[in-house]
């Protein structure tokens, strides 16, 4: 049973910094790409970075440069590194797993990013 589960997330002041970490299980994490997307109040899901199975990443353009994601393929956990966090950073995070060669995609339950004064 594939499984991912998010962490660090909590409450932070605008400035401040987080990371958040998505562990695995029941998966080979090396032959995914696994991305963080996240999802305020009323608002749709979006993506916020992605990295491949090779290494390549992407990124929202709202995040670029305060944002990095990582992974380390032996632990089986994909980290998202947040810096300068702004109040409109505020929303659920969520890890995802996708193999889209085999239309394969599993999510995290998510975590609670609240970014305030």
């Known amino acids: 049973q594939v499984q991912l589960v998010e962490s660090g997330g909590g409450l932070v002041q605008p400035g401040g910094s987080l990371r958040l970490s998505c562990a695995a299980s029941g998966l080979s994490l090396s032959i995914y790409a696994m991305a963080w997307y996240r999802q305020a109040p009323g608002m749709q899901r979006e993506l916020v970075a992605r990295i491949s199975s090779g290494g390549s990443r992407t990124y929202a353009d709202s995040v670029k440069g305060r944002f990095t994601i990582s992974r380390d393929n032996a632990k089986k956990t994909v980290y998202l590194q947040m810096s300068s966090l702004k109040p409109e950073d505020t929303a659920v995070y969520y890890c995802?797993?996708?193999?889209?060669?085999?239309?394969?995609?599993?999510w995290g339950q998510g975590t609670q990013v609240t970014v305030s004064s």
């Open positions: 995802n797993a996708n193999r889209y060669a085999l239309a394969l995609e599993y």
